[in-house]
C-alpha cells in the first residue's frame, strides 16, 4: 500500500516555505505522495440561497495545484503527486488535458488525477461554467482526457466539449491515473465506470460503507476491480495512533492508497505539521519500505 500526506494548506497561510517544507519532508520520510485539495476561489457562506454547506470560506487559502506540484516536482525525486480532488467541471476540458501531460510529461510521470464535482457553485458562476450539469459534464470530460492523451488529431463533438482535429502536444509518455472521489451513489457509480480508482474520504464507518458500496457496483457493471486504487483520505484522525490504527486497517482491507491528514487538530505551526507526519511515517516504519 502507497502512504501520502495530504498537504495542510489551508492552516499554512499561504506560506511559500511551508510548501517547500512539506513537499521536501514527505520525501524525505518515505511517503509515496503528496495530495492537495482544490478550490478557485473562497467564497462568503452569508445571506446564500441556496446555502454553501462546504467546510471552506473567504478565509480559507489554497494553492493551485498543478503550479504547486510544478513547483515541488523540481525540487524533489520520487515524489508523487494527486489532486484530491480537482473540481473538473468547471475547467475547461483541453485546458486541464495540456496542465496535466506537461506536468506528468516534466515530472517524469509522477502525476495521479483525481476528480470530482465540488459543492461551491460560486465557483462554478465565477469560472463560467453550470452547476447543474456538473455530473454529466465530468462524465464526458473524463473519457475526453484520456482522447486528448493519446497525442495524436482527433476530434469531439460533445454535449460539453467540441474539438475539430486537434491535438494536444507533446502529450504524456503515458495515459495518467484519472481518479474519482466523492459521498454519493452517483460518484460511486462515476468510479466504477470511469475511474482508475476511487477516493474515499471522512468518518471511518461511513468510508467503509462507501467502499462495501463501490465493491458490490463493479460486478453490476461488469468492472473487474483487480488493478482498481482504493484510497482513503484519513480526515477524522486526530492524532497519530488513530491514523496508524486506520492506514492499517485500510490495508488489511484490501486498500492501496492511505493519505494522512494533520489539518483540523489544533497544530497551530508548520513544524506541528512536520512533526505529526513526521511521526506517522516513523510508526508505519516508512522509511525501511523504500
Known sequence: MKFGVVDPQTELGGD?????RIGLAAEALGDDYLLAYDHVVGAVHTDREPPLWGPYSENDPFHDPFVLFAYLAGMTETLEFATGVLILPQRQTVLVAKQCADLDL??????????GVGWNYVEYDALGQPFETRGRRLNEQIPYLRQLWHGEVSSLDGEFDRLDRGVVIPGPRRQIPVWVGGFSPPAFRRGVDLGDGFMFA???SAVYHALDAVRSLAPKRDRPLDDFGLEYLALRASDVGETVDEA????????T??????MNAGRDSLEA?????SDVADRLDLASAH
Not at 516534466?106 to 476528480?115: A, E, I, P, Q, Y
Not at 492508497?257 to 494533520?262: E, I, L, M, P, Q
Not at 505539521?273 to 507526519?277: E, K, L, S
Open 16 to 20: 511559500p516555505e511551508a510548501v517547500r
Open 106 to 115: 516534466l515530472s517524469g510521470g509522477r502525476l495521479r488525477l483525481g476528480v
Open 202 to 204: 471522512g468518518k471511518e
Open 248 to 255: 492499517q486497517r485500510w490495508r488489511e482491507t484490501g486498500g
Open 257 to 262: 492508497h492511505f493519505g494522512a491528514v494533520s
Open 273 to 277: 505539521h512536520v512533526d505529526f507526519f
